[in-house]
Every structure is written in structure tokens, then in C-alpha cells.
């Protein structure tokens, strides 16, 4: 079965909204229906090859790690359908070429990652992935503060909150990082 329209499709929000889990949903049930998926995620850390996209609840599906976007056409299988791609806002911005010249192509493309970075800005290739994309999910987590839906990321040092001039690429999790609102997001 071959999709014969491509299409552009973005998952986002702040951490811990579920962005990865949603993903992993979609790539199970594109699946089932038989299509051919390929998953990537940037390397971030330097190695190279293949490893996994893990949500926070712990959920995992097979990944190719590539340390560009340019890698994702050279690694492209020409029988694939569907490609997903966690944590988008990693990327170089070449990612909107590749991404557009896939869909093109006649695949679904299915893109996650943070539309925001600590600082409450746009986060790399994001914005301009949403533009283009046919469909956008923006998905919330819930402010540790109040209870409400949190749309932004608070990166705690220590215990305190990040600087504004604080490095933006900074790899982790619950020791460093709370789902927030508006209200409770803070940035020095
Ligand atoms: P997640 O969206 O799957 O939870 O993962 C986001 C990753 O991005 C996580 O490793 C922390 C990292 N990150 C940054 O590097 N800079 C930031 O400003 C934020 C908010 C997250
Ligand atoms: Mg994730």
C-alpha cells in the first residue's frame, strides 16, 4: 500500500506533553496497516547508529540516529512510506528542504519535537515545519504549579530557574526540567 498524496504532519508543545508518545502511536498504527516506516532521531551526543525514541512513560520504538538532516535522504529505503522524526527542534534548518522534498515524494512525514525552548522561543526548524505542515498537534502537559495546561518548559539549575543566557541545547529530564503555564514559567 502506498500513500499516493504526501503529506506533512507536526507534533508539538512543551516537555513532558506526550509529543513522543503520540508519535510512537502513529508509526505503531501506520504499521498495522502494512506501510513501510522509517524513524529518525538527531545524534546529539556524538554516536551513530541504531537506538530508540522513548517517551517519558516510557514507551520505545526503534530509531536511526543521524547526525543531519541531509543523512535522513541518503538512509532513505526506497519501499518506505511513512518516515517519523522525534525531536525535530535538534535539527539543521536544511530539515525543511528534506522534509518537503519527502512529501513530495508521495510520503507522510511525521515530525515531533519542542515548538519552544527554555526561554519560551521558538526552538530551530519548529516554526517554519508548523507553517508548512498540513497538520499541527499541539499538545499540552500539565503546569506542576497550578494544575493547568502548561504550553511551556522551565529548565531548573539547582533548583532555581534557568538564565536567559544560558546555553539552549542542555539534554535531560525531570532533574532539569518542569512542564509549565505562562504564569509559572520564569526566566531570569
Ligand atoms: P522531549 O521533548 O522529548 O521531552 O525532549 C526534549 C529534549 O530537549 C530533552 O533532552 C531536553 C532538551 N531541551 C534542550 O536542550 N533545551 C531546551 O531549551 C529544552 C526546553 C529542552
Ligand atoms: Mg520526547
Not at 12 to 38: D, H, N, P, W, Y
Not at 88 to 97: K, M, S
Not at 179 to 187: E, G, M, W
Request: hydrophobic share 40%; aromatic share 4%.
Amino acid at each position: 500500500m502506498i500513500h499516493h498524496t504526501g503529506r506533512v504532519e507536526v507534533i508539538c508543545g512543551s516537555m513532558f506533553c506526550g509529543k513522543t508518545e503520540e508519535l510512537i502511536r502513529r508509526v505503531r498504527r501506520a504499521t498495522i496497516a502494512r506501510q513501510e516506516v522509517q524513524v529518525f532521531k538527531p545524534t546529539i551526543d556524538n554516536r551513530y547508529g541504531t537506538d530508540h525514541v522513548s517517551s517519558h512513560s516510557g514507551q520505545n520504538i526503534e530509531a536511526v540516529c543521524v547526525e543531519s538532516s541531509q543523512a535522513i535522504l541518503a538512509l532513505l529505503h526506497p519501499k518506505t512510506t511513512v518516515i517519523a522524526v522525534d525531536e525535530a527542534q535538534f535539527f539543521d534548518i536544511g530539515l525543511l528542504n528534506i522534509v518537503e522534498m519527502m512529501a513530495e515524494r508521495g510520503l507522510r512525514v511525521i515530525v515531533a519535537g519542542l515548538d519552544l525552548d527554555f526561554r519560551a522561543e521558538p526552538f530551530g526548524p519548529m516554526p517554519q515545519l508548523m507553517c508548512l505542515a498540513e497538520e499541527v498537534t499541539k499538545l499540552h502537559a500539565i503546569c506542576v504549579v497550578c494544575g493547568e495546561a502548561a504550553c511551556r518548559t522551565q529548565r531548573l539549575v539547582n533548583g532555581q530557574p534557568a538564565h536567559y543566557d544560558d546555553p539552549i541545547i542542555l539534554v535531560g529530564a525531570h532533574e532539569a526540567y518542569e512542564a509549565r503555564c505562562r504564569t509559572h514559567h520564569l526566566v531570569p
